[in-house]
């Protein structure tokens, strides 16, 4: 029997729509209707709201306002910066370095690329799950066109060394690849300017800082080419061809703008939160062990093993209290198979089906972590009780 109360912890997988970002739609949901490629008036006034948008996607990651892509998420943005890039420069070679334990948008499109003739390099990684830079100049090649690492992880939120990585490519003299990084994680909990940050190609996700879901972005740098993967009317420069979302964009640039100006204070809050959820769990529940590193960790993210307790299970049972969690990544959850991610890191197989990962929001306090915590303490123990009966 379900309770009453809820207390939403699995804002890495997507986060609630803020009021703020609701509101600015609303009116490019019922009056501006146009298509942005029409002619007419209403047409013209759409085309202005997404111009608008992208001007200020633009202004916030500190890039110019047409290398903003606008495309339906952080997975189709990270399967164009992966296939898009790597197509439309195979003619420089056809090698490709990504990480181990990437999010599978980009996974998925290194496997696909496998099969058009590329050879991709997967990266291991450390027991915090960072991967090492020197590790990375070690396996360039000449012919290495792509290197993809993952700003900040969505499961266990490791922090790459990007802005280590970025210089140790530009001072190659071995390659001179394109560097992309997949930010969806990231974004609303670290600064990103890419310049800063010196990648050529960044994707970030609505979903995850408080905007609609089915709209994102990928920024791809007017220095370097990319080939299309959808195809039709030419919209986005013809890269991402498709009407333009008009009322999600719009929610999305002003979700950025939130997530932006909130970034510091957010950090401090949730950092806190997860700290003290952390050390009460230690205090009161044995055998448990937080996967990955502490020091290079987004400040929402507590992925724990728990010895002796079922991750799937455990999830379940927290549900029925009112506390929504998750076993790892939501886009994999149908997958029975352990985490990927924890595998690499080293957790032992047996762990990594003990796992349980909480993610902490804008709207999350400490009566949510409390009630959390003593739901989570009872309900191992029962669980626990059980099978020590059997």
Known sequence: MGYGKRVYLDNASTTPIAQDVLDKMFSYL?????????????????????QKSRSNIASIIGCDTDEIIFTSGGTESDNLALIGLAEANRHKGKHIITSSIEHKAVLDSCKELEKRGFEVTYLGVDGDGLVSAE??????????????????NNEIGSIQPIKKISKILKQSKT????????ACQACGAL???????????????????????GVGCVYISNRVKTA?????????????????????IVGFSKALSIANEKMEKMSVQQTKLRDYFISE???????????????????????LSIKGVEGESLVLMLDDLGIACSTGSACSSIDLNPSHV??????????AHCSVRFTIGRYTRKSDIDYALNQLIDCVRKIRSMSSVK
């Open 30 to 50: 019922k009056e501006v209707y146009g298509n942005p490629s029409s002619l007419h008036k209403e047409g013209r006034t759409a085309k202005k709201a997404v």
């Open 135 to 152: 590790n990375l100049e070690s396996n360039l090649k000449k012919d290495t066109i792509l290197v993809s690492i993952m700003y900040a």
């Open 175 to 182: 390659a001179n690849p394109i560097f992309h990084s997949d």
């Open 191 to 213: 600064p990103i300017k890419v310049n800063d940050l010196g990648v050529d190609a960044l994707t970030i996700s609505s979903s995850k800082i408080y905007g609609p879901k």
């Open 228 to 248: 299309p993967i959808i195809l039709g009317g030419g919209q986005e420069k013809g890269i991402r061809s498709g009407t333009e979302n008009v009322a999600s």
């Open 281 to 303: 769990i230690m205090k009161n529940i044995t055998d448990v062990s937080v996967n990955g590193g502490i020091v290079y960790r987004l400040p929402n993210n507590i992925n």
């Open 342 to 351: 924890l595998i690499n890191i080293g957790v032992p197989l047996e762990l």
